[in-house]
């Protein structure tokens, strides 16, 4: 999907169709007022029969016979008062759905008057949603039904400020192909996602961005210490791999941001075997781990001011002859001795000794982000990915430079009282607290191992895939955390540039 301005006239523009927006109970404005005038009012009239009330991503299509452009598609952005602008992400995903569907190979798209004075923000949603839209997850039909058509979308620059618009473009570009990275590896089914698969895609990432890369064997992370991450990786016939991608964005400084994922290519459960009803969605298990190598390519492409380590410990847990048995225990790196109650609680255990290496590298700021748990789900649904964190600044200004993405997070609480249900009677700690708060027992284990460096934990279990399809949006792996991830980095980058001090904005960065 190429995407591009263009000066040209909208009236006069050469392509498959036009999109245009408009808001609910509202006349049609700009660019949307001009075109129905010009094919004689026919959306305007639509709108009034009242067959469509403007919820957001409702439309219209009319045809447009002896025009440049074959149709006038419609959509809407729901109610002028609460618009945001990762809105026009959704409405340019719908766009490319749609028309992609009916074979529309170009498309022209204008922005709304609202687009004045945030022109790099909105074209960078605008860009950003046009590639996510076109993400197709029929990667292993030999005869995919209905493949999306749309190759280029044209946006009308009309009054606008130009050089901002490309800069957005530019931008949402490089998150969207971030994004739609992260859910390819994400929806390649485990046979073929292996650990080994997972370390050669970082590696084409870190060789495409000029990223260094190193990547850890099992003999290397045992030489580390990870035992906690290699007893989940003992009962696999799949070599483990430890992925470390590095962004030197600012080599005179000493603040390094580690964004950690948990990279289990499959979950059966091991020895705590899961249940057969729905277990090959655990080839997704592996989306936090996607998310970090993603957000790593785009940071190489949009090169924000920071240092940013990327850490993927990636295995299989498997049942084996070899597998760890509940009650086994084992020592991760910081010499913390682990009690094994359930081999299925072994995201935690993997992500225990990558924080411990995050601290290692000197990092000066943790996220990590993982499908952890099912209670996360049972929690917030797929709405929204928990947070937890030992900082509650910096839970802040991860809340803040996340919001305006679309993606969305929740605080939950942090009391001491998850971290004595994590102890154990034989060792230091144990893998699991019981089924009250599993989310926040499970952060309470990871919290652990990252000392007192400001650590932010998500658990995107509910988000980082989705069973029903949007109109923006292919069912399946969502991306989910690329976007905060980028924001995050370029938050961060921000404030340092314009508050050394540590103040930040709270804006998408564009
Ligand atoms: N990968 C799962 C969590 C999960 C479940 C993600 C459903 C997405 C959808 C994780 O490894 C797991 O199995 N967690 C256990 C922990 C329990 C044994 C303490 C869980 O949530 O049941
Ligand atoms: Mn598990
Ligand atoms: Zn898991």
Known sequence: MQVYLTA???????????????????????????IDSAIGGVIADALAIGDIRGKLGEHVLVYAKDRPFRRVLAISLGEQKSFEPHFLARYAGSAVRYLGRRNVEKIAIALPSAAAGQEAVCAS???????????????YQERP???LATRELAILSHGLDAPQLERGIARGTALGEAVNLARRLAVTPANDMTPT?????????????????TVLDEEQARGEGMGSFLSVAQGSNQPPKFIVLRYNGDPSSKELLA???????????????????????MKYDMSGGAGVIAAMSA??????????????????????????????????MNGKTI?????DAEGRLILADALCYANKLGATKIVDAATLTGACVIALGHAASAVITNNDAFGAEFLSSAKPTGERYWQMPYYEDYTSAMKSDIADLKNTGGRPAGTLTAAAFLREFVDNTPWIHLDIAGTAYLD???????????????????????????????????ARASEVHV
Do not use: C
Not at 199 to 212: C, F, H, N, T, W
């Open 299 to 332: 940071l190489a492409h949009l090169k924000p001011k920071l240092n940013v380590v990327g850490i993927v410990p990636a295995t299989e847990n498997m049942p084996g002859g070899r597998a760890t048995k509940p009650g086994d225990i084992v020592k991760a």
């Open 339 to 343: 009690e094994v109650i359930n081999t």
């Open 125 to 139: 949603f605008v860009a950003e949603g046009a590639i996510t839209g076109s993400f197709d997850t029929t990667l």
């Open 8 to 34: 040209d006239d909208p009236s006069a523009v050469s392509a498959g169709a036009l999109v245009v927006p408009f808001f609910s109970e509202a006349p049609l404005e700009g660019i949307a007022a001009q």
């Open 468 to 502: 029903s399809d949007f109109p923006w949006q292919a069912k399946g792996p969502t991306g989910t955390p690329v976007r905060a991830f980028v924001a995050l980095a370029e938050s961060l980058a921000d404030a340092r540039a314009t508050h050394p001090n540590g």
């Open 197 to 213: 698969h997972l370390a050669d895609e970082a590696s084409k990432v870190a060789r495409d961005g000029g990223l260094e890369i």
């Open 259 to 281: 964004l950690v994922g948990k990279g289990i290519t499959f979950d059966t459960g091991g020895i705590s075997i899961k249940p057969a009803e729905r277990m090959e969605e």
């Open 145 to 147: 039904e209905r493949r």
